[in-house]
């Protein structure tokens, strides 16, 4: 484990048991299969950052009471429901090191299962009462859904430009993100300036998140990363370092690298070619300087907070967003 | 066209046309191809029972402001997701005449439509800021997946019971009909009183609209019902008239049913005997008797409201329900 990750895990282990808590005590199924297929993800060692991020929200800005902790599962279940519907969409077969939901149980039950983890993160924001809760968590998953449309009608789309990758990216990773933090604040009470200060934090680590999601497929091993690696280019998802390459890379290379992505069934040594190449233009360079920009943007956001052990969670975050190794 | 239907057209004919526009101008798309996956079902000639109940709920407490038109477009949306998701779960290939979605853009796209019409749904309930009012939509939402998680953990089983059927049916079908009519009650501000018997007049409603579904399956033609008939039985979904059949058959004829509706590959002339068989064992005459008896009760809660165009129609849509056609 790296240092950063050590201190990190060291200053949430508390709220992540917390989490996994109110996980368990909200799952709430009234048919047990449920409880099983949703658990088989929900329960495989999910990082919890956006819960967490929920929860580092709300105390910051003075909230104590113990609903955090169901609320926080508003937003997990929002993730793990997208998550199964992309597995399903994707035809994938692991994540996070396990084989998927749909490989197991069949796919008419995961998206069933996926639509109920919808319906009970939007019926435990409903028991807020807040109206204006409720309708961020709805324009959340309004937009995820959106983003997840744009990107499978992009898909294999090789004139996709880093302004309609930015768009996905926001759309199906962003918004959840800043709304975690966003409904963070809300739920404390806080005034408007101090909501949209946090809103603003988590849309940059929204970015972050994903970009370095996106690099880890090109830098990282499947054993590590717990799915295949080289999975999103074999979809044919173009993500910003690709883009950024293909852009930057001479005619020559660009044929080639347009053809293996067409393709679609490349080599490893193709493969390997083409993460050199992402090197030799600066695309993964640029990626993580793009991904930087944004978390000394977070940072700065959260320098205005005063000092506490929990802005040094915040930060530590911002940090560990782009330099995780899964 | 029936009478009861060419009448009951004719009192609801401006409500089905405002209808029609809040379903065109609230699916607010922000990728185009939303609309024509979505539009492709939603404009595809749905009866509109749903929305027209919400309507006509809060118009006989008094509601007269023009958001009813946006708000029962909540309850089309919530229906067409599930629409949209059942065919991919069960594999069908036509609906109303026409290819399922599924079949036309895939089944990825078809799901996540399905999730972005749950979405919007969530989100223009949110815009009532009426805590009361989204807590019934999301707890519908739930219901509905867990109806249809529930009919397919069953599916195939010959043991299902008549508790266990209606159990599933007012998951699946029945909390949408009778939160259709609630909200349309609690949007109107009525008494709690007046919002329960609205609420009960739809949950009888709910119950006779699944019966009645059920019962074309072995009643209707494929024309006129705009899908194969027999799917149901051909999916292994046992339905009242099969589980009162298989209860009340001899040991002969069950055992020929059993094998019949394991296989699933019955011929025509198996389906032909397999319905005389529930004619003659009196399950299609029991079916219709429950039915109406749930049309009795319904009727006797409009009853108690001062009679008015709005209670002819209710009263009327009672009938339809079960007397339909397609």
Known sequence: MSGLK??????????????????????????????????HLIFSGGKRIRPLLNMLSARLCGYTDEFIKKFSTIIE???????????????????????????????????L?????????????????????????AEI?????????????????????????????????????QGACQTGAILAGAPIEVENKLSEYGYHIGIVFQIADDLLDYTSN??????????DLKEGKL???????????????????????????FTETEFEKLIQLMHDTGGIRYCRKVAENHIR??????QTFPSSKTTETLMMIADYTLNRNA
């Open 6 to 39: 050590q201190k990190l895990t060291l200053l949430v282990e508390n709220d992540l048991q917390d989490i996994e808590a109110a996980l368990n005590q909200n799952l709430n199924p009234h048919v047990e299969m449920v409880r099983e297929t949703a658990g």
């Open 77 to 111: 279940f929002l993730h793990t429901a997208t998550l199964l519907h992309d597995d399903v969409v994707d035809n994938a077969s692991i994540r996070r090191g396990k084989p998927v939901a749909h490989s197991i149980w069949g796919a008419p039950v995961t998206v």
């Open 113 to 137: 299962v996926g639509d109920f983890l919808l319906a009970r993160a939007l019926h435990i924001a409903a028991e807020t009462e807040n109206p204006k809760i409720i309708k961020v968590i």
């Open 141 to 177: 998953t309004e937009s995820m859904c959106q983003g997840e449309i744009m990107q499978l009608i992009k898909k294999g789309d090789i004139r996709l430009t880093e302004k309609e990758y930015m768009d996905v990216i926001q759309r199906k990773t962003g918004y959840l993100i």
């Open 222 to 231: 499947t054993k590590v990363l717990g799915k295949a690696i080289g999975a």
């Open 239 to 265: 993500t910003l370092p690709v883009i950024y390459t293909l852009e930057h890379a001479n005619a020559e290379d660009r044929a080639w690298m347009e053809k293996v992505i067409t393709d679609k069934n």
């Open 297 to 302: 943007q977070a940072k700065i956001i959260i």
